[in-house]
Nanobody
Framework: QVQLVESGGGPVQAGGSLRLSCAVSGRTFSRYAMGWFRQAPGKEREFVVVMSWSGADTVYTDSVKGRFTISRDNAKNTVYLQMNSLKPEDTAVYYC???????????????WGQGTQVTVSS
């Protein structure tokens, strides 16, 4: 019903920046809370940042506070994740997700993108 497609990942040196995009289609964009999650090999998927549909409630995981910023352009049906001051520990597959209700828990999210690889070298 809802399709999410991430883009913008790739290799980057430590201290560099990337901007991830998540294009949304198939259903009214404003009805969903949005989040970015990431998963490194052998590790559980974890939340990076989640945002209510209105944008009023936004929570970042501690490790990215001050470095990552989520934004939303409803006119373009697109969610962005600006990642600055990247560190090797940020290396992971990053996923965009949508949920009917705001939550920090991956299991609450109903729709997921295919993921985009971010690799930060030291």
């Amino acid at each position: 019903q809802v399709q999410l497609v991430e883009s913008g990942g790739g290799p980057v040196q430590a201290g560099g920046s990337l901007r991830l995009s998540c294009a949304v289609s198939g259903r009214t964009f404003s009805r969903y809370a949005m989040g970015w999650f990431r998963q490194a090999p052998g590790k559980e998927r974890e939340f990076v940042v989640v945002m209510s549909w209105s944008g009023a409630d936004t929570v970042y995981t501690d490790s990215v506070k001050g470095r990552f910023t989520i934004s939303r352009d409803n006119a373009k049906n697109t969610v962005y994740l600006q990642m600055n001051s990247l560190k090797p520990e940020d290396t992971a597959v990053y996923y965009c997700a949508a949920a009917a209700s705001y939550s920090l828990e991956p299991r609450r999210y109903d729709f997921w993108g295919q993921g985009t690889q971010v690799t930060v070298s030291s």
